[in-house]
């Protein structure tokens, strides 16, 4: 079951501050401005391109942030775990898929959540799957509804659009009781990419592919409403959509160094940063001790295999303003070092101790993980105006 919401009243460690400066550190800070922008920013992209933007809340994982996706009330989204589908459920998300393969136990849990009135569409790639949820809502006395996985590029699970399977899985979801929501792809190899043309080239073989494959369906006699396709990279870059139905994707809410690096977003677009303090200085080593290590900022190192790698994070001055290529250069568990990048000219900044400073991070919703709550700020402001609980777990 979905873990109860942080109140104000349960934030420990001083985190009650009302300025950031003020904040036990590390801290997990939200600009909602840029937030905002992201958001505004591709659902403006997908209205014009007439396709439905399912966005997937992994990344942010908080009620506050799907109300300002959804402002006027709730709409269909993503999730990742049951534990988010039980959570938005319960702030009145009804329209939920969940984007992850479906096991026994997952199968159980989701009817309920159906039995319940909640339209969750499960996902899975085989008859075995396909039994297993048949089973599962004949025990819960609900129909359950499934997509069909599409692996669009290797990256992920899913039968390839012309993998003879695809007919044997909807027949054995029509013979259990299941009904057929669609296909569903996701571009993994995106992440990978780092060219418009690269980029634009993906988000076509992504389409493609996926409505290819619902072609076959409906070709042999099975209804194929949902062509589901998404990801950040090729939700922003996506020319043609034709016979798309929706688009799912989840970090462009707060994007982070990786999604620079591919080249989908700006620093100035990455809306969440960890806030850490500078506990000691070594400068014989040209280094800076934060208390930020890899409990706060993660482990992901998703930056290493692009053309700029970016360490564990891209430090900032407490206002939010970049200091030239000064990364963590290393981190362990509650220690973050800070080092000029390798290379550069730049010298290290005269930080005292005490001193305050921002990271942005490498993944988004790795990062934001490691966090109960987003302290909202705004740009230019130093004040907290809000603070937002994150849910948790699986």
Same mark, same amino acid.
């Given at each position: 079951m979905p873990q109860p919401e942080m109140r104000v009243t349960d934030i420990r460690n001083g985190e009650t501050a009302a300025a950031v400066g003020a904040l036990a550190t590390p801290a997990l800070l939200l600009d909602k401005d840029r937030l905002h922008r992201n958001l505004d920013r591709l659902s403006s992209r997908m209205a014009r391109q007439g396709v439905v933007l399912r966005p997937h809340m992994k990344t942010a994982k908080s009620i506050d942030v799907a109300q300002r996706v959804y402002p006027s009330g709730a709409g269909p989204i993503t999730v990742s775990t049951l534990a988010e589908a039980e959570y938005f459920a319960q702030h009145g998300f009804r329209d939920i898929t969940y984007a992850v393969g479906l096991a026994p136990h997952t199968a159980a849990r989701a009817m309920r959540l159906r039995k319940a009135g909640i339209d969750l569409k499960a996902l899975l790639d085989s008859p075995e799957q396909a039994i297993i949820l048949g089973a599962a809502g004949r025990a819960a006395g609900v129909i359950p509804s499934a997509f069909i996985e599409i692996d669009c590029d290797g990256h992920r699970g899913g039968l390839t659009a012309t993998d003879p399977k695809l007919i044997a899985v909807a027949a054995a979801l029509a013979e259990v009781g299941v009904k057929l929501a669609g296909i569903l792809t996701h571009a993994g190899e995106s992440y990978g990419l780092s060219t418009p043309a690269t980029l634009v080239a993906a988000a076509e073989n992504e389409r493609a592919l996926a409505v290819a494959a619902a072609t076959t369906l409906r070709a042999a006699g099975h209804e194929c409403p949902v062509v589901s396709v998404g990801s950040t990279p090729t939700a922003h870059f996506a020319e043609d959509l034709t016979g798309v139905t929706e688009m799912r994707a989840g970090v462009y809410m707060f994007f982070d160094l990786v999604m620079h690096g591919v080249g989908v977003c700006t620093t100035d677009d990455i809306a969440?940063?960890?806030?850490?303090?500078v506990i000691g200085k070594k400068p014989e080593k040209g280094w800076i001790l934060v208390d930020a290590g890899w409990m706060a900022l993660s482990r992901d190192r998703g930056?290493? &295999?692009?053309?700029?790698?970016?360490?564990? $994070?891209?430090?900032?001055?407490?206002?939010?303003?970049?200091?030239?290529?000064?990364?963590?250069?290393?981190?362990?568990?509650?220690?973050?070092?800070?080092?000029v990048r390798p290379g550069s000219a730049q010298a290290l900044p005269d930080l005292s101790i005490g001193a305050k400073v921002r990271i942005l991070p490498n993944h988004a919703c790795a990062t934001a993980s490691q966090? &109960?709550?987003?302290?909202?700020?705004?740009? $230019?402001s130093g004040a907290i105006e809000a603070r937002w609980p994150r849910m948790r777990g699986w």
């Open positions: 969440i940063s960890v806030l850490a303090t930056t290493a &295999a692009q053309r700029v790698d970016q360490g564990y $994070g891209l430090v900032c001055d407490v206002a939010g303003k970049i200091y030239p290529d000064l990364i963590v250069s290393q981190a362990s568990q509650e220690h973050g070092i800070l080092a966090h &109960a709550l987003y302290n909202v700020v705004s740009a $230019g």
